[in-house]
Antibody, heavy 121, light 107 residues
């Protein structure tokens, strides 16, 4: 059974940083692209970032490019999202999503339960 | 960036009634379209991908259709557990983009 367990959410100061982690199990982690998707309160979903299975390809939404960095550690079966220069607009639930080998999207529909990030002074 | 729109914003129907939700892309996305169902406090659940392929465990009363720029999600006989928010997603081009959602209620 695929499991994706996010952690690292919480309260952050405006302008501050936070690192989210997603621990994966139940599949061959190194074969799959991984993504982060977020949902701000009352807002539509936003696909924030994707990292390829090799780790060499990374993609970002315009809203986070230059502030967020996605990375992965295949030995720990974990994907990270390092977030900096946080603003109120980054307040959201962040979901970890399993992709296919060559795409951030997968028909397997494996999503974590989410970790909540609140940016506030 | 490909913009996704959904209509109607809200649909209210009786149990057993047929419901059709629409999703439109600002440019052709072939069949790279998925539908998700989301209930309060839960992660989105994948229903349909490739415009018409049901995800694992999705009941046959839920079906998807369309290609290019116009897509539909149909619930042939609305059940109480179908009360939820429905999102469409295009994964044809990066950035992947979602529609604003359609809320389905039971009358």
């Amino acid at each position: 059974e695929v499991q994706l367990l996010e952690s690292g959410g919480g309260l952050a100061q405006p302008g501050g940083s936070l690192r989210l982690s997603c621990a994966a199990s139940g599949f061959t982690f190194s074969f799959h692209a991984m993504s982060w998707v977020r949902q701000a309160p009352g807002m539509e979903l936003e696909w924030v970032s994707v990292i390829s299975s090799s780790g060499l390809g990374t993609y970002y939404a315009d809203s986070v490019r230059g502030r967020f960095t996605i990375s992965r550690d295949d030995s720990k079966k974990t994907v990270f999202l390092h977030m900096s220069s946080l603003g109120a607009e980054d307040t959201a639930v962040y979901y970890c999503v399993k992709g296919e080998a060559s795409s951030g999207f997968s028909g397997s529909g494996d999503w974590g339960q989410g970790t909540r990030v609140t940016v506030s002074s | 960036e490909i913009m996704m729109t959904q209509s109607p914003p809200t649909v209210s129907a009786s149990l057993g009634e047929r419901v059709t939700l629409s999703c439109r892309a600002s440019q052709s996305i072939n069949s790279d379209l998925a539908w998700f169902q989301q209930k309060p406090g839960q992660a989105p659940r994948l229903l349909i991908y490739g415009a018409f392929t049901r995800a694992t465990g999705v009941p046959a009363r839920i079906s998807g259709g369309g290609s290019g720029t116009e897509f539909t999600l149909t619930i042939s006989s609305l059940q109480s557990e179908d009360s939820a928010l429905y999102h469409c997603l295009q994964y044809h081009n990066w950035p992947f983009t979602f529609g604003p959602g359609t809320k389905a209620d039971i009358k």
